[in-house]
């Protein structure tokens, strides 16, 4: 049950032309708009990704089984579990096993069995390899993470080499190099627009609200709370003050809601105050589609690329654990959430690229997953 302690309320507030395109991109009739997902979302998916109205509906629905399936291909496989993602072509979940004896089982729960060579286990553990020096990670290696489908590691740089180096430092075996051509950078701001500000006027974004007890608490990117002090709404009503910050290595922080003008909510906020409620918290796998929500870009949707991503920003912070999709994002945009379906996958960190440009980067948003597991707070759903 939402706490309401007065008449404003603490959401993620999105503004921009997904509005007006809620309007012109509605679900189609031939396929009913997933249970809470708001038809500004839907716009954004379409517009995004390319995809119809009942195409939307569709995948929402394939992309909630498969992520129930992942969790239980994890828990039934065991060590030979390889890794799991999303086919949007087939819209199946295909899983990966080092025993070809468990294709029959992978089948039996509706997804695709891919025999590899490597577990999930060891290719973690290379990562782990790398994460151990990141201290010496060169600036133009920009991150490494776990890639299923090729079973293997991969590390991103702007130069092939520096990344082949960084990978015979950690000593690790042969890697996957990606060549890429920026750095990520941060997403938090210093300018004025409807957010939440510290008090040194940084502008961030609102992620999730959770709950300890009887307190309540906004969750939202360690990077903006590690400025401290209390922090406000966009009319300057002051929420509460930062207690936990943990960043760099996790970008996550909480800022406890002390005001009683406030009210803790389990929605987020879309274009026109149109609001979605968050269910739940199930983690949605590699290749599925996800949406975020920020102060300066409002709807932005794309697909998950990579999870468990270490990333070394380009003023020298590197943070682990970090989920990479292809949504766009601002400065201004940082802490928002990211949504799939109605279930709550994290809160904004970085990226590269722009919104506004025709290379639109990528983003890497902190596990909300994580942060609960870590500060022992329950997120607030619509089912609290």
């Known amino acids: 049950m939402a706490r309401r302690i007065a008449t404003r309320t603490v959401v993620a507030v999105m503004f921009g032309v997904a509005a007006l395109l809620g309007a012109a991109l509605p679900a189609t ?25 009942a195409a939307v509906g569709a995948r929402l629905a394939s992309q909630a089984d498969a992520a129930v399936t992942r969790s239980a291909m994890l828990g039934m496989l065991g060590g030979t579990f390889g890794g799991a993602w999303f086919d949007a072509a087939t819209s199946r979940l295909v899983v990966a096993t080092t025993d070809p004896a468990q294709r029959g089982a992978i089948r039996a729960a509706g997804a695709r069995p891919v025999v590899v060579t490597q577990g999930l286990a060891a290719l973690d553990a290379v990562k782990d390899s790398l994460d151990a020096h990141a201290g010496s990670v060169p600036d133009a290696v920009t991150g490494w993470y776990v890639d299923p489908a090729s079973n293997s590691v991969v590390v991103a740089a702007t130069d092939p080499a520096a990344a082949r180096a960084f990978a015979a430092e950690a000593g690790v075996g042969p890697v996957r190099v990606e060549r890429v051509t920026q750095r990520p950078r941060l997403m938090s701001d210093l300018v004025g627009g409807e957010a939440i500000y510290s008090e040194e006027q940084a502008r ?3 992620g999730f609200s959770a709950t300890s007890g009887d307190a309540g608490y906004v969750i939202t990117a360690g990077h903006c709370t590690d400025l401290g002090g209390t922090w406000s709404g966009a009319d300057r009503t002051p929420i ?16 406890r809601v002390d005001s009683p003008a406030w009210t803790l909510t389990s929605q987020f906020a879309g274009q026109g105050r149109q609001l979605t409620e968050i269910t739940g918290s199930t983690e949605a796998p590699v290749g599925a589609s ?28 590197v943070v682990s654990g970090l989920t990479r999709t292809s949504a766009c994002a601002e400065r201004g945009d940082s802490g928002g959430p990211f949504v799939s379906g109605t279930q709550a996958q994290g809160v904004l960190s970085g990226g590269s690229g722009s919104c506004f440009l025709i290379f639109q980067g990528d983003t890497f948003f902190q596990p909300v997953n994580e942060i609960l597991a870590d500060t022992g707070l329950e997120l607030l759903t619509s089912g609290s």
């Not at 930062?242 to 996550?252: A, I, K, L, Q, W």
């Open 290 to 317: 996800v949406c975020r929500s920020g102060s300066t870009t409002g709807y932005q949707c794309g697909e998950i690329m990579a999870i468990d991503q270490s990333v070394n920003y380009a003023n020298g912070d």
């Open 240 to 255: 509460g003050p930062v207690t936990e910050t943990s960043f760099p290595g996790n970008d996550y922080g909480l800022i």
């Open 29 to 53: 009739a031939a396929t009913p708009a997933p249970a809470g997902v708001p038809a500004a979302k839907l716009a954004a998916l379409q517009r995004d990704l390319g995809l119809s109205g």
């Open 204 to 206: 961030c974004s609102v």
